[in-house]
């Protein structure tokens, strides 16, 4: 079974500083997505940034960057010009191209925005 | 507005008083499925469906049931709730075969005394 795993569970980031979480996975497949959601005090769970195996190219969304290492199976989230607004629980998931919709995710890192 | 509604937000019950959490989308995804959140294991897959009448088994399926006999329904069961069934569970929906990520509902905190 595919396996998601997040080292840490705990992140804190002065306001406006970068901060890295990181994200690596275990599959036998090629063809897959990984996301990074945000789940903020609200439990909304919000998609922050997707990326396609088969695209070298990392995906970026505004503040936020990815860097995809498909050979070592890392998924890493960079948030740059952190905001306090950032501050909620990071989730990686796998999602498998053969497997319809279906998600794994893993266990979650909490980030703390520091003003 | 799209969504996917889950109702109660909360409930407290009592052990073996059986409860249903309702799930509803208005995007006509095919595809729905519920997981439960847990401190320090993430969100773990109870159930899923992929169409009408088609449902399966994720990873933690025990002590729940699920139906689908509606493409915007999908609702989650506990027969006879345990204690150990308190969590936060997430209703998700999505497109099947594209890259399209799972649209969630806004969650229900379920507390089993």
Known sequence: AQTVTQSQPE???QEAETVTLSCTYDTSESDYYLFWYKQPPSRQMILVIRQEAY?????????????FQKAAKSFSLKISDSQLGDAA???????????????TFGEGTQLTVNP | EAQVTQNPRYLITVTGKKLTVTCSQNMNHEYMSWYRQDPGLGLRQIYYS???????????????????????????I????????????????????????????????????
């Open chain 1, 89 to 103: 629980m990071y989730f990686c998931a796998y999602r498998e191209e053969t497997s319809g919709s279906r998600l």
């Open chain 2, 50 to 76: 992929m169409n009408v009448e088609v449902t399966d088994k994720g990873d933690v399926p025990e002590g729940y049931k699920v139906s689908r006999k509606e493409k915007r329904n999908f609702p989650l």
């Open chain 1, 55 to 67: 695209k070298q190219q990392n995906a970026t969304e505004n503040r936020f960057s990815v860097n």
């Open chain 1, 11 to 13: 992140m804190s980031v």
């Open chain 2, 78 to 113: 506990l027969e006879s709730p345990s204690p150990n069934q308190t969590s936060l569970y997430f209703c998700a929906s999505s497109r099947t075969g594209e890259f399209q990520p799972q649209h969630f509902g806004d969650g229900t905190r379920l507390s089993i005394l």
